[in-house]
């Protein structure tokens, strides 16, 4: 068994460079986990800190529910295999793989079983009496391994291994440790630069770029959903074809006009997952689509499924199994080279800056690769008409880069109509609560449809008085908590709702939905989510005190504004564990959300469990009360019931905090600490 759990994880080097930063994930049991992206992203950084090589800057990092950041490498039951396979030359392979095992003074006939069984799984007993130098790469390698599966850790974590090998041995060595994987049933983590070798062998991989992590997910959603250009960009080879272009709807068209000239017509059902607000002829957009999802043009095509494009051909690149063909959209010579900029274009990026592949500095309006049969004639100088599948098309946001056809659509934007203390929408009609009564502007003469935002789980089903009919279903399962994607339509537009449970509506069920008031917004109207998070400044400090049984000890405290609350041990432990001693030095900023709060009316003089506050307005959802509470001069938002029939403004009480809730930064780093 071996699950890790890195939360808020930092590397910081010199107290400047910040090699990592906020690196978040659950690592299950038994999971092949691969950390790809180009040179210098803090792939290796991650491993080592995993490792114990290198100390972790802030953050928390668990195996098997254990904070693990102060423990020595050596008692963390993990083992790493490098790249240059850091064998003893004057060892035997035999030696070399009972060496560990050797220091740990394990019985000579229980190290001898071992050697031998690794040996056997790596096809090396012939060469357990040789000396590393009397190898190939390939076989040192496995030495290497060995060395690691003798000691049975609990994790494996591989540093670009094959990167020393040749392409053909690559190729079966990455083979070989799958199997190696799959028998081992055991945690592995490994660091490529090499998108292919992640693809090949991830269960779920970790796209990093500059020390941020891009996206996580499996080889598939990947490459079937990259969250952004860059991710877009760097996995699948030849390289996406990007294409700048703005999307324009008319009824149930979408017209995808490309900057270089060109027009592609869509049916708005496969784009209902794009905001509306990208349809109206000028939001800059980048179109992605796969050479696999452009062939060339046959008599007799669906133009409901394929767009067909003139394409002026460049160069030709029969690969044997495969025909690549790079040209330009559209009949006219270019005045640039798209032959370098196509050829350029496929290749993965390799370097930490802004101008890599899969960046809009690279995007030229118009190459294109096509992928051709091996028996496709094409010559320089020829014009032919390219197939492009409109159902694979991505888009991104030209300048978040952010993709804008997301797998899992997080936010609904569809037009509304606010009337002061009413929303309506999509042909329903919603009271707003007290605490958007008004907030609205009054109604105009001429009613102008306003842009509601209104994320997917604030769609709540099953109570309320808004109608759906569920068009489809999708489980999601994300680190194992059951996520389900309904598809809603309500009064003919399309909505998606999310909920944490399994799928408990089918397709075809009329649903009633209501809304959580406190995360829409109407922008035009003032009507803006309540705030979900809290923020109080303060610091970690000690106080020497005596205990019930008269013994001197310390007692540890957030101070919030001045205001010392008793910090819990677990949050002391994880403070202490990520920065030692200097936490009292940190200026910090506690983080929570407004459900980590039980407020109560104040009955005796403030303690250290509370935080004294003052309520100063109350804001009605419906739903749930809020109060805006102010607190040594700061305002905190919380659930506020109170009881029935006092008059709770103005209200003296103590707020609790559950600490496990709580966020700390550090406020001079601007880093998350816990
Ligand atoms: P990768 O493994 O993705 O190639 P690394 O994790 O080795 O990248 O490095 C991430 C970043 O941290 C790089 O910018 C690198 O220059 C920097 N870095 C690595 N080690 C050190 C160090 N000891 N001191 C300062 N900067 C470092």
């Known amino acids: 068994m071996a699950s890790l759990s890195l939360k808020h994880i930092y590397k910081v080097y010199d107290?400047?460079?910040?090699?990592?930063?906020d690196f978040n994930m659950e690592i299950r049991d038994k999971e092949f986990i691969v950390f790809v992206g180009p040179s210098g992203c803090g792939k290796s950084t991650t491993l080592r800190m995993i490792a114990g090589l290198e100390d972790i800057s802030a953050g928390e990092l668990r195996i098997d529910g254990d904070i693990v950041n102060d423990v020595e490498p050596g008692d963390r039951n993990i083992?790493?295999?490098?790249q240059n396979y850091a064998l003893y030359p004057h060892m035997t392979v035999y030696e070399n793989m009972a060496f560990a095992l050797k220091t740990a003074k394990v019985p000579k006939d229980i190290i001898h079983q071992k050697v031998t069984e690794a040996a056997r799984i790596l096809g090396i007993t012939e060469y357990l009496e040789r000396k590393p130098k009397a190898l190939s790469g390939g076989q040192r390698q496995r030495v290497a391994l060995g060395r690691a599966i003798v000691r049975s850790p609990k994790?494996?974590?591989?540093?670009?291994?094959?990167?020393?090998?040749?392409?053909?041995?690559?190729?079966?060595m990455r083979a070989e440790i799958t199997r190696l994987h799959e028998r081992l049933g055991t945690t592995f983590i490994y660091v490529t630069h090499d998108q292919v070798e992640a693809m090949t062998m991830g269960s779920r991989i970790v796209v990093m770029r500059g020390g941020f992590v891009q996206q996580i997910d499996t080889p598939k959603n990947l490459y079937n959903h990259p969250a952004n250009l860059f991710v877009a960009g760097f996995i699948g080879t030849p390289r996406m074809n990007f294409w700048p272009a703005t999307l324009r709807r008319e009824g149930n068209a979408v017209h995808v006009k490309l900057d270089s000239g060109s027009t592609l017509t869509i049916d708005y059902a496969i784009l209902n997952h794009v905001q509306p607000r990208y349809m109206d002829g000028n939001h800059p957009v980048i179109v992605g689509v796969r050479p696999d999802n452009v062939i060339p043009w046959r008599a007799g095509m669906d133009p409901a499924e394929w767009a067909r494009l003139p394409v002026t051909v460049t160069v030709v690149e029969a690969l044997g199994g495969e025909t690549l063909v790079y040209g330009h959209i559209g009949v006219a010579v270019p005045d640039h080279d798209p032959i370098g900029e196509a050829a350029e274009s496929t290749q993965p990026a390799n370097s930490g800056g802004k101008s890599e592949a899969g960046t809009p500095d690279r995007i030229t309006s118009d190459t294109i690769i096509i992928k051709a049969p091996a028996d496709y004639e094409a010559h320089r100088g020829d014009v032919v008409d390219a197939a492009v599948s409109l159902k694979k098309l991505h888009l991104f946001d030209r300048e978040t880069e952010a993709s804008i056809k997301p797998r899992i659509p997080t936010e609904n934007v569809c037009l509304c109509t606010p009337e002061g203390n009413a929303l309506s929408f999509a042909g329903q009609r919603f009271p707003l609560p007290p605490a958007l009564c008004g907030v609205s502007s009054p109604p105009k003469r001429e009613t102008a449809p306003a842009e509601l935002s209104l994320p997917a789980d604030a769609i709540l089903l099953g109570t309320g008085m808004g109608r759906a009919k569920v068009e489809e279903t999708e489980l999601l399962d994300a680190d194992g908590s059951p996520r389900t994607l309904y598809r809603l339509t309500v009064g003919g537009v399309t909505l998606f709702a999310l909920e944490t449970a399994p799928p408990r509506y089918?397709?075809?069920?009329?649903?009633?939905?209501?809304?959580?008031?406190?995360?829409?917004?109407?922008?035009?109207?003032?009507?803006?989510?309540?705030r979900v998070e809290n923020a109080l400044e303060g610091r970690f400090t000690k106080e020497k005190e005596t205990d019930d049984r008269g013994r001197r000890v310390y007692r540890f405290y957030l101070d919030m504004l001045d205001q010392p609350v008793s910090a819990e041990e677990s949050l002391c432990e994880k403070l202490f564990s990520c920065k030692g001693t200097a936490i009292f030095r940190t200026p910090l900023s506690y983080r929570f959300p407004p459900d980590a709060v039980t407020v109560t009316p104040r009955q005796r003089e403030p303690d250290k469990t509370a935080l004294p506050g003052r309520v100063t307005r109350l804001l009605d959802y419906g739903r749930v009360t809020y109060a805006e509470i102010d607190v040594g001069g700061k305002t905190v938002i919380a659930p506020y019931d109170g009881k029935a029939g006092e008059s709770r403004e103005n209200a003296a009480v103590s707020l609790v905090i559950d600490q496990t809730k709580l966020t700390v930064v550090d406020r001079e780093a601007d880093i998350v600490i816990v």
């Not at 397709?507 to 989510?529: C, M, N, Q, T, Y």
Request: hydrophobic share 50%; proline share 6%; charged share 20%.
């Open 506 to 530: 089918g397709v075809g069920d009329a649903v009633p939905f209501d809304l959580d008031f406190s995360r829409i917004a109407v922008e035009s109207h003032g009507i803006k989510p309540l």
């Open 15 to 21: 107290g400047t460079t910040k090699a990592v930063n």
């Open 155 to 172: 994790v494996f974590l591989l540093d670009e291994p094959l990167s020393n090998l040749d392409a053909k041995l690559r190729a079966a």
């Open 79 to 82: 083992a790493m295999v490098f």
